[in-house]
């Protein structure tokens, strides 16, 4: 499967969009659709998987090594940020 993400900047909130396109189209629970934000190194995206779960990934940018770290976790009201892929 082909997948590509095309990102954006939102001067007025601040934020990135990450809108997802792949050839299966919005069936995602997410709907292809995610929001982004840049603390220095730390790139964060967010994105809705149901009603009260998110998708959480983080790419930090580690300049000294010229690589980055890259993880990801579900967030949801009951429970903390857990990380599933490093």
Known sequence: MEY??????????????????????????????????????DFKTIAKFSADTSVVQHLIWQPEVKHGLFNQGLKSREKKEKCFLI
């Open 4 to 41: 590509y993400q095309y990102i954006g900047y939102n001067h007025y909130k601040q934020r990135y969009t990450i809108h997802g396109m792949s050839i299966e189209g919005d069936e995602d629970l997410f709907e292809g659709f995610c929001y982004g934000y840049r603390n220095g190194n």
